[in-house]
Each structure stands twice: as C-alpha cells, then as structure tokens.
C-alpha cells in the first residue's frame, strides 16, 4: 500500500520561491499518480499539479501553469513541487495523495476522492 509524507513548508515573503517535497513508500503502478493539493480554511481543497510515477506525464491548474513546477527523483522515491513568483493567493496548506487515475488521467486527477493515500500537510505561507 502507497504512503506518502510532505516536508518543505514554511514561510515566504510575496514574490519569492519555495520547494515541497513528497516522499512515496510502498507499491506503486504504471497508473499511479502523485499530485499536490492544496486548501485554505473554508474552502474545498484544490488540485494544483501532479506528476505519473514514470515521470513522463504533468498535468497543473492554471492559477499555477508558468510558476510550478513538479519533478521526481525516482532514485529517493521523492516528488519535488517547485514553487515560484509566490503570491498572498498560494497560502495554503498543501497536501501530497497518491492514486491510480487509469485511463482517463487527465480530467480525473482533479478528483480527491480518486487518491487513497494522503500526507498530514504542510503549512506555506505569503507575506506580502
């Protein structure tokens, strides 16, 4: 069974960048994706970008497209979401899943009810 655990949080003035990191345990599939949510209070929680376990296929939400990027090192089992050009809007806590989207990967991964594994969070916070 997939794990996953977030680090890399913290807080940044508007403008400045910042790196989460997600790392991946357990059994993984050709299907599985991880992906990075993220939620304010209040809110529902908002996908912000995901990567497939080869590498080969990125999707990310278009308040985000330009500024962030994700990447894996499969040699650490770590996925990295660089952020950049943070703004007061970013603030959230973001969190890590991982789920087998199968076909159809690129309008599903939105869906959190498609992810059964998920980290505690982390805190990012904007100053501006």
């Known amino acids: 069974q997939v794990q996953v655990a977030e680090s890399g949080g913290g807080l940044v003035q508007a403008g400045e960048s910042l790196k989460l990191f997600c790392t991946v345990s357990g059994q993984t599939f050709d299907d599985t994706f991880i992906t990075w949510f993220r939620q304010v209070p209040g809110k529902e929680r908002e996908a912000v970008g995901c990567?497939?376990?080869?590498?080969?296929?990125?999707y990310y939400a278009d308040s985000v497209k330009g500024r962030f990027t994700i990447s894996k090192d499969n040699a650490k089992n770590t996925m990295t979401l660089q952020m950049t050009k943070l703004k007061a809007a970013d603030a959230a806590v973001y969190y890590c899943?991982?789920?087998?989207?199968?076909?159809?990967?690129?309008?599903?991964?939105?869906?959190?009810?498609?992810?059964?594994?998920w980290g505690q969070g982390t805190q990012v916070t904007v100053s501006s």
């Open positions: 899943a991982a789920g087998r989207l199968g076909d159809g990967a690129r309008w599903k991964w939105r869906v959190a009810a498609h992810y059964g594994a």
């Open positions: 990567i497939n376990r080869d590498g080969g296929a990125t």
